[in-house]
């Protein structure tokens, strides 16, 4: 076996199954709070419509903090891989060509979490989106405005 990474050495051998449940987090390089600007976070959730909106995954609930994100999905098509390649490469894109910075937004690579068939997604995704009440950045939900869940 190469010598690599711990992080990339547990991803050796791994794979994203069609239709399975994932919860992908990633951080901004250096922990940033990039996205304390609206404006900068709905540049990421853009993409995460296309991805939608494109079949690579169907969104069931997501959160953007200020230095990163919680993306729970059902994979469609392609690998975990290649959906967070292209959503952190598009929306790296989009994001310094608004602001005029230049180098990489996100950490490398990524977090996922593939979830047993018995766990309660509704939960999950509650506790997805309650991210910004864990953090103390809102007293409510709702006084939020980078989430979304299809069942609230």
Same mark, same amino acid.
């Given at each position: 076996?190469?010598?690599?990474?711990?992080?990339?050495?547990?991803?050796?051998?791994?794979?994203?199954?069609?239709?399975?449940?994932?919860?992908?987090?990633?951080?901004?390089?250096?922990?940033? !709070?990039?996205?304390?600007?609206?404006?900068?976070?709905?540049?990421?959730?853009?993409?995460?419509?296309?991805?939608?909106?494109?079949?690579?995954?169907?969104?069931?609930?997501?959160?953007?903090?200020?230095?990163?994100?919680?993306?729970?999905?059902?994979?469609?098509?392609?690998?975990?891989?290649?959906?967070?390649?292209?959503?952190?490469?598009?929306?790296?894109?989009?994001?310094?060509?608004?602001?005029?910075?230049?180098?990489?937004?996100?950490? !490398?690579?990524?977090?996922?979490?593939?979830?047993?068939?018995?766990?309660?997604?509704?939960?999950?995704?509650?506790?997805?989106?309650?991210?910004?009440?864990?953090?103390?950045?809102?007293?409510?939900?709702?006084?939020?405005?980078?989430?979304?869940?299809?069942?609230?």
């Amino acid at each position: 076996m190469p010598d690599l990474p711990a992080s990339h050495r547990l991803r050796t051998g791994r794979y994203g199954e069609l239709n399975r449940i994932y919860l992908l987090t990633t951080n901004t390089a250096e922990r940033k !709070p990039i996205f304390q600007d609206f404006v900068l976070g709905r540049l990421v959730v853009e993409q995460f419509r296309c991805a939608h909106d494109e079949r690579w995954a169907k969104s069931l609930a997501w959160v953007i903090m200020p230095d990163h994100f919680h993306w729970l999905i059902e994979l469609q098509q392609g690998s975990l891989n290649e959906l967070m390649q292209k959503n952190k490469s598009l929306s790296a894109r989009a994001i310094n060509m608004s602001t005029g910075h230049r180098g990489s937004l996100w950490q !490398p690579g990524y977090h996922d979490r593939a979830l047993r068939r018995e766990e309660d997604l509704v939960k999950l995704a509650r506790y997805v989106v309650a991210n910004p009440l864990r953090a103390g950045l809102v007293e409510r939900l709702g006084d939020y405005p980078l989430w979304d869940a299809i069942w609230l």
